[in-house]
């Protein structure tokens, strides 16, 4: 059964800094990964769509990769930003049942002014 | 395009109650997924329609049951009401299996 699994639950920076997400997750049989960010009570943006055949995908100050074989995904915030402020999620598709996406908890990041 | 739009916003009941949510996808979607997100968690899969007919299910007991419409359009029906079932209720519409797009969410509390 695919777990995913967030680190750490909750993360505050000062404006300006770069900083990382983790995500992991069990099985390496994916379709995809997809991070998400979710403001609070509301639903769910997407940010970026990895399929399982790439590396990487990047939009604006976001960068995710994805390393499959070691069961890792990063999201990378440059200059981070208040208004980046929010929970962000990683959602995986598993390769043999890719009807269901399997979520982590999410990290809760805080950016100071 | 309105993006998929989820009603109501909030909505309260009594324990023992049953319950409508409903969603309607972006334009050019015709496959819709429900997830129950409760407080701190992360969302978690129901199950999916596609063309009218339940393809996937997720753990969840018969108390939670589903429709789709021709229109690809979507609710999600919660009988007896268990205070645990407080949570919010989230849609997602895509073209098949690819990228999904979420709805802003129903907020069911349960009394």
């Known amino acids: 059964k695919q777990e995913v699994t967030q680190i750490p639950a909750a993360l505050s920076v000062p404006e300006g800094e770069n900083l990382v997400l983790n995500c992991s997750f069990t099985d390496s049989a994916i379709y995809n990964l997809q991070w998400f960010r979710q403001d609070p009570g509301k639903g769910l943006t997407s940010l970026l769509l990895?399929?399982?055949?790439?590396r990487e995908q990047t939009s604006g100050r976001l960068n995710a990769s994805l390393d499959k074989s070691s069961g890792r995904s990063t999201l990378y915030i440059a200059a981070s930003q208040p208004g980046d402020s929010a929970t962000y999620l990683c959602a995986v598709r598993p390769a043999y049942n890719n009807n269901d996406m399997r979520f982590g908890a999410g990290t809760r990041l805080t950016v100071k002014p | 395009d309105a993006g998929v739009t989820q009603s109501p916003t909030h909505l309260i009941k009594t324990r023992g109650q049953q319950v409508t949510l409903r969603c309607s996808p972006k334009?050019?979607?015709?496959?819709v997924s429900w997830y129950q997100q409760a407080l701190g968690q992360g969302p978690q899969f129901i199950f999916q329609y596609y063309e009218e007919e339940e393809r996937q299910r997720g753990n969840f007991p018969d108390r939670f049951s589903g429709h789709q419409f021709p229109n690809y359009s979507s609710e999600l029906n919660v009988n007896a009401l268990l205070l645990g079932d407080s949570a919010l209720y989230l849609c997602?519409?895509?073209?098949?299996?690819?990228?999904?797009?979420f709805g802003p969410g129903t907020r069911l509390t349960v009394l």
């Open positions: 334009s050019g979607h015709d496959t």
């Open positions: 990895i399929q399982s055949s790439q």
């Open positions: 997602a519409s895509s073209p098949g299996v690819r990228e999904q797009f």
